[in-house]
């Protein structure tokens, strides 16, 4: 080992200040393909044994559709399986193309650019297009990606309270000196599954002359009534100048992402964005079974409005077992427990019901905001959602939670 | 609103140098006194810089606003 014996001892003490403060996060072994049914190993050397999965991003249930292996497979055979290169050296095929012509059309706007991740075109795309003489107007709960993508800009960095468009006008006005002023938000927000009023966030941008930003990873693929996304459902698509989304959640759940937008914004990215310079292309299997993905959703809507309908089956069967839930539209269904023990007992004791959920508490959710956050699949059966609501049920009696609010669940456990 | 302003001192005879080393490589350099504020919480810190001291403060204010929200995946 290169370093010193104190380092060491450093670095495992900051593991322990993690472990201390119930943040250490545990990798659980899934001995199957993603579904809504796996096998899962925990904790760690335990026998694989099967659960209903609530907590995956696999929208659309398309993570293991018989026709996105085949695809899969044929673009491993036609195409390999890396490009060992950048896109602009040698690392662009024409299925590269072919994907990004066919995610424009998708999304409906002038020209999109493929990332190896969301988390990538977020990383890349405010540096690439915007400097010190503009500024970005972030909503406070965006996501994380966004929050690092920011900082790696030399824009002026500015918030406004979530969702609150009364804040975000005052900030508009107050940028007018500005070159550019640039609305930032994610379409559905990932942590209370609410969707961002972007007909409103529109409307101000056009008032107050602002670009507008949509990370629409968690809504690509099923939000609006043919699953273009947040600005579908909200009536705005056309109007959005830059859209960031990923491959990863409803589209396949592999890896990969992309800036959609303008072309000249789009072109921009491609010419300074770092991650899109700096790291490989996405490899051909994944293009190839996104491809596949695209026509699936394109050819029906079937999944979409089956997601759509097991969101709210399974809303319904919480509420009417009296669990409080955050409202919303979107297959992002929070329960709400309030209080972090609270939260963590009741998702250990699902699981041992065979219910995948994971509890999360402060500091990832605001205090006092503890939450089990459960998601629906079209993968998922009546059947599913009949067993969970009834391991559901049973917990919730266990604790003691059924019919009880925040205050009374606070007045009980705390926060 | 009354700001803290310092005078800016006239550069050193290294600090010319380079800048005009840098010139030569074709940098138009400016240098300037800039009001850095950190805020610092257990392990967690964060910095704003700003030309007064309430400028820094309130890009500080705005980053950690964007650090504190609750995040998932």
């Known amino acids: 080992m290169a370093y010193a014996s104190e380092t060491r001892e450093r670095l495992r003490r900051e593991i322990e200040t993690i472990r201390e403060a119930g943040l250490f996060k545990e990798e659980r072994f899934i001995h199957a393909p993603q579904g809504a049914e796996i096998e899962v190993e925990f904790p760690a050397g335990e026998a694989a044994r099967p659960v209903i999965n609530l907590c995956a991003n696999n929208y659309l249930g398309l993570s293991s559709h018989p026709e996105v292996l085949a695809a899969a497979h044929a673009g491993l055979d036609r195409r390999g399986y890396g490009m060992s290169s950048v896109r602009f050296i040698c690392g662009t095929q024409d299925i590269h193309r072919e994907l990004e012509t066919a995610l424009t059309a998708f999304l409906g706007t002038e020209d999109t650019l493929l990332f190896p991740s969301c988390m990538d075109a977020n990383a890349g795309v405010f540096e690439a297009l915007f400097d010190d003489q503009d500024v970005l107007i972030a909503d406070r709960l965006v996501h994380a990606s966004i929050v690092d993508g920011m900082r790696l800009s030399k824009a002026m960095r500015d918030t406004y309270k979530h969702a609150d468009m009364g804040h975000l006008e005052e900030k508009l006005a107050e940028h007018q000196d500005r070159r550019t002023r640039v609305i930032v938000t994610d379409g559905v927000f990932s942590m209370d599954g609410d969707v961002a009023p972007l007909d409103q966030i529109v409307a101000l941008a056009e008032r107050y002359d602002a670009m507008v930003f949509v990370d629409d990873s968690h809504s690509s693929g099923f939000m609006g009534a043919t699953g273009r996304g947040t600005h579908e459902a909200k009536g705005v698509m056309g109007r959005i100048d830059i859209i960031t989304t990923t491959l990863g959640k409803a589209l396949g759940g592999a890896s990969g992402g992309c800036v959609s937008g303008r072309a000249e914004l789009v072109e921009l990215c491609r010419q300074r964005a770092r991650p899109y310079l700096f790291s490989n292309s996405v490899p051909p299997v994944i293009v190839a079974a996104a491809l596949k993905v695209l026509e699936l959703v394109g050819r029906t809507t079937e999944r979409r409005d089956k997601l759509e309908e097991n969101a709210r089956y399974w809303r319904r069967l919480l509420t009417e077992a009296g669990f409080d839930l955050k409202a919303g539209e979107s297959p992002i269904v929070p329960v709400m427990l309030y209080n972090a023990k609270l939260a963590q007992e009741v998702s250990r004791d699902l699981f041992a019901e065979g219910i995948y959920v994971v509890g999360f508490f402060f500091p990832v959710v605001a205090k006092g905001q503890a939450r089990i956050r459960t998601q629906l699949s079209a993968a998922h059966e009546k059947h599913h959602l009949d067993r969970a609501i009834e391991a559901f049920a049973k917990v919730g009696s266990r604790h003691g939670v059924l019919g009880l609010g925040r205050d009374e669940i606070v007045a009980r456990f705390g926060l | ?73």
Not at chain 2, 41 to 53: L, P
Request: no cysteine; charged share 35%.
């Open chain 2, 1 to 73: 609103m009354v700001t803290a302003r310092v005078e800016e001192p006239p550069p050193s005879a290294e600090a010319a140098r380079v800048e005009r080393e840098l010139a030569e490589r074709g940098w138009e350099v400016s240098s300037h006194l800039l009001w850095v504020t950190v805020a610092r919480r257990g392990g967690e810190a964060e910095q704003a810089e700003g030309r007064t001291r309430e400028e820094a403060l309130a890009r500080l204010v705005e980053a950690l606003r964007l650090d504190e929200g609750a995040r998932l995946p």
